[in-house]
T-cell receptor, first 110, second 111 residues
Framework: SQTIHQWPATLVQPVGSPLSLECTVE??????LYWYRQAAGRGLQLLFY??????ISSEVPQNLSASRPQDRQFILSSKKLLLSDSGFYLC?????????FGPGTRLTVT | KQEVTQIPAALSVPEGENLVLNCSFT??????LQWFRQDPGKGLTSLLL?????REQTSGRLNASLDKSSGRSTLYIAASQPGDSATYLC??????????FGTGTRLTVIP
């Protein structure tokens, strides 16, 4: 069966510090991968998606970036965090039919 | 652009009651609609997926319907239990990588 992992589970970072969140998927190959952000009281916002290694599409311009160095690894990064980057970050994979979500990372920027 | 609305934003019901959650979307050109459950501080768990050609899907005490032409879906929960307390999200897929989410309905089932 397929599983999706995210780490860390929680993170507190000061403004201006770098960020690296990692997501890995097991039990499937060549999945579509996604990064979402869920801000308090708001819906899920798609940040990036990837249909293959090295292929990244950005949905929202911001100070975040994503990379896919391996087929089942998806990384969300920032060089300098802003207060507005606080939120709940969810990674997901898709078999082109359904989306399956990871457990999420709670990021608080102070 | 597709907009997804869920009403009500919050709902409290006594245990054992049947309930309906509503989801509406503005563009009927969808591939499918998915209902998710989210517990506080957790990721999303897929409950039901309805293809655009289908009218409803059932899983246990859950039944989801889809009326694509009117841009509506409902999630029916029978005989609610305290363990059903969570936020329920609907999402419509309009393309290979386009999934639009509602803001959810926060359900509380009171023992």
């Amino acid at each position: 069966s397929q599983t999706i992992h995210q780490w860390p589970a929680t993170l507190v970072q000061p403004v201006g510090s770098p960020l690296s969140l990692e997501c890995t998927v097991e039990g499937t190959s060549n999945p579509n991968l996604y990064w979402y952000r869920q801000a308090a009281g708001r819906g899920l916002q798609l940040l990036f998606y990837s249909v293959g290694i090295g292929q990244i599409s950005s949905e929202v311009p911001q100070n975040l970036s994503a990379s896919r160095p391996q087929d089942r690894q998806f990384i969300l990064s920032s060089k300098k965090l802003l207060l507005s980057d606080s939120g709940f970050y969810l990674c997901a994979w898709s078999d082109r039919l359904e989306q399956y979500f990871g457990p999420g990372t709670r990021l608080t920027v102070t | 652009k597709q907009e997804v609305t869920q009403i009500p934003a919050a709902l409290s019901v006594p245990e054992g009651e049947n309930l309906v959650l509503n989801c509406s979307f503005t563009d009927s050109a969808i591939y499918n609609l998915q209902w998710f459950r989210q517990d506080p501080g957790k990721g999303l768990t897929s409950l039901l997926l309805i293809q655009s050609s289908q009218r409803e899907q059932t899983s246990g005490r859950l039944n989801a319907s889809l009326d694509k032409s009117s841009g509506r879906s409902t999630l029916y929960i029978a005989a609610s239990q305290p363990g059903d307390s969570a936020t329920y999200l609907c999402a419509v897929r309009t393309g290979a990588n386009n999934l639009f989410f509602g803001t959810g309905t926060r359900l509380t089932v009171i023992p």
